[in-house]
């Protein structure tokens, strides 16, 4: 019961922290002309925010490695909540800026440790459901963030959203308090006592260790996935209601309606394909990663047939046929993350798995950035059009289907490697 508890609440922080992210984005005017900068310098803002978060993601999880990580997650927590309380005080560009920036710090704790918390929480023939929860339940909070800004901007000033997700971060850090800090390996069945002064558990990462981590193939491997498929589709949920308003003139309204709809295809997709994974797990260790492969090989061809399509909101039946492509798209790429996720946690030692998460969330959070900006490129060379550029992005991410072919090679004997390590 404690168990469920406690994942339950690691799961409420992983909505709001989500949220948190992605709240300022879709306020971009109201917010320039509120405080008197230009639209895009908002862009800037949130790159750098996930840029700082991912950097400082390390250092969280380099100490979630070293000291309990209940306790590390309760002190970001606060901060990123207070921070954000701030936020709504600034006056200009370098205010927001600076606030922002030092929200990121402590945002950039809640993944890493959240997965290790999980790993330690969940046992190894569910972790692939479990991450996919967690996967749809960031979906989920992505869309709550801009959900909460597209309506209620309409209503009241940009502080009050803000205001809202730092209320939340608060209440987050009041459940926290009631988690239980799981013994690191402990679910993983090669401890003969649940001591955790016992060897390994007692293990403290050390920087030699780092060296290990490099030359786990598969590892390097996944990181290099993700950094160039965050690098193709990171920027596409964030400019999705901005892409329909602009380029198919569909109102703010109906617009985040659709952004609903799609990437709520995620939610389901998630727990779907992390339980698809779990079953094809037990008698084959490629069975994770070559659904990752389908869900890429898919949801790519998808996004590249929908992002070629050119029409405006009058045309019903190519906007039926652009929405059933996107959303099948979405719904494939939603059971990539669970599975990664996943992998990487049977693929590395339990006293390195925070680190090896913060890594993970530093290459997709720095392929989101630089994703934001490409966008950002795109829209001025293709005369102020999203389209142009989703229509690359979608055919570099067909090209990471590629890096998955070395990974299928190596995984089954990192695995058994890891195993033979393992006390």
Known sequence: MRKLKSIQILTILTLFSSALFS??????????????FNENQVTFINSMFLMVGAVS??????????FPRKSLLIISTFEWALLTLFTIFSTNFLSLLVFQLITAIGFGAALPLIFSLIIDLADPESR????????????????????????????????????IISISGFACTG??????EPMRGAKDGIYKTVDESAPGLAYKIKSGDFKQIWKNKSTLWILLLNFIMFISIGAISSFFISMLKNDYNLSSTLATGFLILVFGSQIPSGPIFGKLGDKRYEYDKKGRMKIVFLCLFGGSIFYIIAFSLFFISTDLPFLIMFFALVL?????FGGIDP????????????????????LNYLTYTFGRSISLLILGQFFLTFNNSYSPGYF????????????????????PRDIENIKSKQI
């Open 339 to 358: 599975l990664t996720q996943a992998t990487l946690g049977d693929i590395n030692l339990p006293q390195v798995r925070s680190t090896i998460y913060s």
């Open 175 to 180: 459940l926290l308090f009631f988690v239980a």
């Open 392 to 411: 690359i992005l979608s055919i570099m991410a067909l090209s990471c289907t590629l890096i998955l072919y070395p990974i299928l090679k190596v995984i």
């Open 57 to 66: 993601s390390l250092m969280w999880a380099i100490l979630g490695d070293k």
């Open 128 to 163: 692939g459901k479990q991450f996919g929860v967690l996967s749809a339940v960031y979906v989920l909070g992505n869309g709550l963030g801009q959900i909460l800004s597209g309506f209620l901007i309409d209503y009241y000033t940009w502080q009050v959203p803000i205001l």
């Open 23 to 36: 709240i300022i984005t879709p306020m971009s005017l109201e917010i320039s002309l509120a405080l008197n």
């Open 328 to 332: 099948g798209g979405a719904f494939l």
